[in-house]
């Protein structure tokens, strides 16, 4: 019993120990096979080493992957560098100002066209008032002017009357020599200022119809034209004269202003 114990203890550890050498006897050629050289009968060892793997095609496809890939940032570099100096587009122009056009000054009122303007007698002035008509009575120009009266009759006439004023045309004086196109006349050099009253008066009529007159009052180149009638009937002893216009000596003249006063003979006490 004793003797088949250690029998059996010893043959486990002879097995053992073969086993391990077996071990290490196959571990040793599959690495002599795979990694160092060896001799040709041992090439059979060499079928169990590992395969090995060709990675050139890979390790090129990576190489072209990653040029492609350094061509492609070269390339985005680029465009950035292009894109940050590229010149900022202007905001687009607006249109240009432009200034309105300059709107004319407005004319001055344009006076009426004188048709028939009337003559032309006496002096020249600043303010000028002629009367005429066309019968062989006697009609007077009267005006009333600050600080007188300038009228045909005598004492009346000027010059010195409302400044410089003088009546210097007179026609048909009590209709001794008539004439067919009468004319009277008043002119200022330098008129004061104030209100002027032009009157017609028929003096004298060799009828009793009333006479169709004109006045025309020129202040510089202002002209204002009046045309009325004025009516004496020397038998009857009764009338009307008449103011075509009161104005004063400014721009500008006013419209024809008509007025009529009565006239009558005057006798016995109390006549003016």
């Not at 004269?241 to 008509?258: A, G």
Request: aromatic share 6%.
């Amino acid at each position: 019993m004793r003797w088949g114990d250690q029998g059996m203890r010893l043959v486990k550890i002879l097995l053992w120990t073969a086993f391990g050498l077996m071990l290490a006897a196959g571990g040793f050629l599959l690495l002599d096979a795979c990694d160092v050289g060896h001799p040709h009968f041992l090439s059979t060892a060499a079928r169990f080493c590992p395969v090995p793997v060709d990675t050139s095609a890979r390790d090129r496809a990576m190489a072209r992957r990653e040029a492609i890939q350094n061509r492609i940032h070269d390339a985005e570099l680029k465009i950035a560098r292009v894109a940050n100096c590229a010149p900022v587009a202007a905001p687009p122009a607006s249109p240009p100002q432009t200034r309105p056009a300059p709107q004319p000054s407005p004319a001055p009122p344009q006076r009426a066209q004188i048709i028939n303007p009337g003559p032309i007698v006496g002096r020249r002035g600043k303010l000028e008032i002629t009367l005429w008509w066309n019968t062989t009575d006697d009609l007077d120009l009267t005006v009333k002017c600050p600080g007188g009266v300038i009228s045909p009759r005598a004492g009346q006439q000027g010059p010195g009357i409302c400044g410089d004023g003088v009546h210097d045309v007179d026609a048909n004086q009590k209709m001794i020599n008539p004439v067919t196109d009468p004319k009277e006349h008043a002119a200022w050099t330098s008129p004061p200022d104030g209100e002027y009253r032009v009157e017609v008066k028929a003096y004298q009529t060799s009828h009793p119809d009333p006479i169709e007159y004109s006045v025309r009052v020129q202040l510089d180149d202002e002209v204002r034209i009046c045309t009325g009638k004025v009516q004496w009937d020397g038998h009857n002893g009764k009338g009307y004269y008449q103011s075509p216009i009161t104005f004063r000596p400014q721009h500008p003249l006013p419209e024809c202003n008509f007025q009529d006063f009565p006239e009558t003979l005057c006798s016995g006490t109390g006549c003016k």
